[in-house]
């Protein structure tokens, strides 16, 4: 049976009274030509570290709102970001195990999927200011346990070009082909994510790995040894074409990578993905075919 999206997705709210007052403003008050700029001078003003937000979970981050930004936006006039996919990391990560978090942003997975119980995190995220993000909401979760590797990861040790592709959303942060029009912000070292991982001495397996890296997955992918010790259980990965593409490959040779090594590929609701529509939060779920499914994967399955 599919998971059929039963269990609620993960939704942030104010996590002090000036919070949730803010949040009334931007969430109820009907729509005017002023609203988003009132909001931002209200956030500059009454919350200059950063509006405190909580999830379900009790992970708390700080967002900045003082200026343009789509995912702390998303938080902010929606109450969330990638709900279902959220929803999804923690069922697969109930009974605990090690969450390998590449492209961790502001850190919403891993304060999130940190709380459980049983659960070590390793954080990977390149970019400067998401990284520092990603330390000051850590800090307001101080039981997870959780390494941070401030670099990037690629299919081989090299210098890259590294820039936002968007000035209005610090999630497009990513490795840029030599022949993008897009401005370069720096050159960062990556790395192979076997390296990463050598360096680290993982106990556990991992149980779960989440990449969000603008559509150099790929590439992070084939820097990892597949039948190794570093073989993850279950994936939750970006899957959007247009990016693959940019990065000079292509949705089926994405699946194709995946067949290979032994990983079927699944909506984040549980179904067969089959990729001829684009996936809900354009996110995909990979299951390893090599250990069945485990405990956590059928209890997502089942809807439960």
């Not at 009790?58 to 109450?79: E, H, K, N, T």
């Not at 949705?251 to 067969?272: A, H, Q």
Request: aromatic residues 8%; contains cysteine; charged residues 20%.
């Amino acid at each position: 049976m599919a998971h059929n999206g039963n269990s609620p997705g993960v939704t942030w709210n104010g996590s002090s009274p000036g919070a949730r007052a803010y949040l009334w403003y931007t969430r109820r008050v009907p729509g005017h030509w002023a609203k988003l700029r009132v909001a931002r001078n209200l956030g500059k003003y009454f919350f200059p570290r950063g509006l405190p937000l909580i999830n379900q979970s009790g992970a708390r981050i700080q967002i900045d709102v003082s200026q343009a930004d789509f995912i702390p936006q998303a938080l902010v006039y929606d109450g969330s970001w990638e709900p279902r996919s959220l929803a999804l990391a923690i069922d697969l990560m109930k009974t605990g195990g090690v969450f390998l978090d590449i492209g961790s942003h502001l850190g919403l997975y891993t304060c999130t999927v940190g709380k459980l119980s049983g659960v070590s995190c390793v954080c990977i995220e390149p970019a400067p200011e998401a990284f520092i993000d990603l330390q000051k909401n850590l800090s307001l979760n101080p039981e997870i346990q959780a390494r941070l590797v401030h670099a990037g990861v690629s299919s081989e040790t090299m210098i890259h070009s590294f820039g936002n592709t968007s000035s209005y959303n610090s999630g497009t942060a990513r490795v840029l082909p030599d022949d993008t029009g897009h401005k370069e912000t720096c050159l960062i070292a990556c790395v192979s994510l076997n390296d990463v991982l050598g360096r680290i001495k993982l106990r556990q397996r991992i149980r779960l790995l989440k990449i969000d890296v603008e559509g150099h997955e790929l590439e992070v992918f084939k820097g990892l040894d597949w039948s190794g010790p570093f073989r993850p259980e279950n994936i939750i990965s970006e899957f959007d074409p247009s990016l693959l593409l940019r990065a000079n490959h292509s949705s089926e040779e994405f699946l194709e990578f995946f067949d290979e090594n032994d990983y079927e590929p699944l909506t984040i609701t549980g179904e067969p993905f089959r990729n001829a529509l684009p996936p809900p939060e354009e996110n995909i779920w990979l299951r390893s075919r090599r250990t069945g499914p485990a405990r956590a994967a059928e209890n997502v399955a089942a809807g439960l």
